[in-house]
């Protein structure tokens, strides 16, 4: 009982990387565009949480930074896509290929580099339930931060004006730049703000959910996150819970492989790749389905 | 103010001069990179553009680099030419190295020398496999073959690592992940003992002017053309778009296959972990910096190989990360992708009134 305890946690642990970087993504995609560097966003994101990580030793810091890079890597995509009409899919290509380049370069000096152990905290009376207190309630406070960001982005969307608006540019960016709203700035705030999600997302993987850093860490979550979104039909709550399915995937091959269970590593370790596929498969196999919810602009661009 | 207004027609000229212009602002940024390390810019650029190609040994080098980067490189250019988004390359190429080795190792000091032939087809048919497993998921059942292609990447890894740490490891060395080293019979031949150049170059060189062919002198290049770049006008024509699907999905799995078979079989001469180095990437680079087109694919890939010898070569000689690689080649796609967008457009100065 206590491992499933505990194999919960760990899920909810690694599964909200996969949700914040998919929330960012969902942000972006419901404006319109498709941001496939969200990859090299993590990856850099990742690099520059760990570097402020060492220097300052403040967590905060740590994720703020990865943010920050998130945003300026995203606002040069944007600028591409959205003024430049750059193609989308190349564009996102060209920056998780950098990304993936870049941050192996500056951050060969951190490679040997540890943080040192990091706390969970508590929350008082909730975390001595019997079961449900080790599974759910004792996280780091971002994991937290998590789930109360799927549900403010949910009640941003579809609660309120500003959200309606995004919602509109996503679905018919003509429409309303007819109305007098300024799509392309709108777009741009839409990707950054996708871009400080998926740089907190990579922050947190280095400095708190596997506090190092080495080359490549993001091992294909950026991608994994960006199968999400369309896997919960772009709508917030279904990221979180998608997220979190992935991170149980993760976590129970590791546990699988930490028993010593008489399979190939391997196999273990492409459990969560082949997932993606697999779900991939089954949410695209009806096109209406996606056609009815992917915002209908996505990856077009907007010329007018 | 200036604006960016549409083009009536799109420019050639720009179409050709812009991978040059990428070029130069990449060299521009590498400048600005190298003083901010403080290095010598003028050192590391010759270690990036005179060092590759100083002699006939460095030319060796260099044409191990490209052919694979080139192979790739024109399966993609076919793949992207008909709007089929194929970024696992990489996995392809990586199912090539294990099919190739597949074959490689059952061989014995009787073989044929002719049993590299085997090895290569091995290589090809083993990227044709993984590529068809997209194409058939995108066929079949519409998934995205960008994240499926890209998601095949790291199950290949996973297979290769299977097979080197498993059933395919050398018993002999030393429990290192590595297949048993290929006997000559089943290496790609080399033109002279003191280079490393083998026939894998030749072949590369070959494909471009099969590439060229098929592409501006057959009915089905000409299919391939349309159906992919405008689907409904494709419909119109008669031409299946799935058709379209297939042929790239097999034709670049095959060429990422055959380079993966040729590293294994050539420079390499054994499966190891090491052998993926990221050419099923660089080379969707090399395919876009090439116009998508078989001669300029040739240049690019020689450029890009240029960058992959710069950036050993900076390690060893003037402590720089080699990872600067990767900086410069999304340095370069970046650029080439801003000065594309002149092809269809361009800039007018518009006095604000």
Known sequence: MDSIALLIAASIGSGTALAVAGLGLLISERSGVLNLGAEGMMLVAAVTGFAVAVHTHSTLLALLGGAAAGVVLSAIFGVLVIWLHTNQYATGLALSLFGSGFSAFVGLPYVSESLGERKASAIPALSSIPFLGPALFRQHPFVYFAVFAAFAISYFLFKTKAGLVLRAIGESPESAHALGYRVRGIRLLAVCTGGAFAGLAGAYISVIHTPLWVEGMIAGKGWIALSLTAFATWRPLRVLLGAYLFGGVTMLQLHLQGEGVNVPVQLLTMLPYVATIVVLVVISRNPAWIRINMPASLGKPFTA | ?353
């Open chain 2, 1 to 353: 103010m200036l604006k960016l207004e549409p083009r009536h027609d799109p420019s050639r000229v720009m179409t050709y001069l812009s991978p040059v212009i990428a070029l130069l602002a990449t060299v521009l940024l590498g400048v600005c990179l190298f003083l901010a390390l403080g290095k010598d810019p003028a050192r590391c650029l010759e270690m990036f553009f005179v060092a590759p190609v100083k002699d006939a040994r460095a030319l060796g080098e260099m044409s191990i680099k490209a052919t694979p980067l080139l192979l790739i490189g024109l399966g993609l250019s076919l793949c992207f030419r008909s709007s089929v988004w194929n970024i696992g390359a990489e996995g392809q190429f990586i199912l090539g190295t294990v099919f190739a080795s597949g074959v490689a190792i059952r061989a014995t000091e009787q073989s044929s020398p002719l049993m590299v032939v085997p090895v290569l087809l091995a290589g090809m048919a083993g990227g044709m496999l993984w590529g068809a497993i997209t194409a058939i998921l995108r066929d079949r059942f519409n998934a995205n073959e960008i994240l499926v292609s890209l998601m095949l990447v790291y199950v290949a890894e996973q297979v290769l690592g299977y097979l080197v740490y498993g059933p395919w490891k050398d018993p002999d060395g030393y429990n290192f992940p590595q297949t048993v080293t290929f006997l000559d019979a089943v290496r790609v031949p080399r033109f002279a003992p003191a280079s490393r150049a083998n026939a894998g170059t030749a072949l590369a060189l070959f494909a471009v002017g099969v590439f060229w062919v098929f592409l501006h002198r057959t009915h089905a290049g000409y299919r391939l053309l349309v159906s992919g770049m405008a689907p409904a006008a494709a419909r119109y024509a008669g031409f299946s778009a799935r058709s379209a699907l297939w042929t790239a999905f097999l034709v670049s799995g095959g060429m990422a296959g055959l380079a993966g078979a040729l590293e294994v079989a050539g420079p390499v001469g054994q499966l190891t972990t090491h052998v993926p180095l990221g050419y099923g990437f660089a080379a969707i680079i090399v395919a876009f910096v090439g116009r998508l087109n078989p001669i300029g694919v040739l240049f690019s890939a020689v450029l890009m190989s240029m960058f992959y010898i710069g950036g050993e070569l900076s390690q060893a000689r003037l402590g720089l990360p080699r990872s600067v690689t990767g900086v410069f080649q999304g340095l370069l796609l970046f650029a080439l992708l801003t000065c594309d967008t002149f092809i269809n457009y361009r800039l007018r100065w518009i006095s604000p009134s």
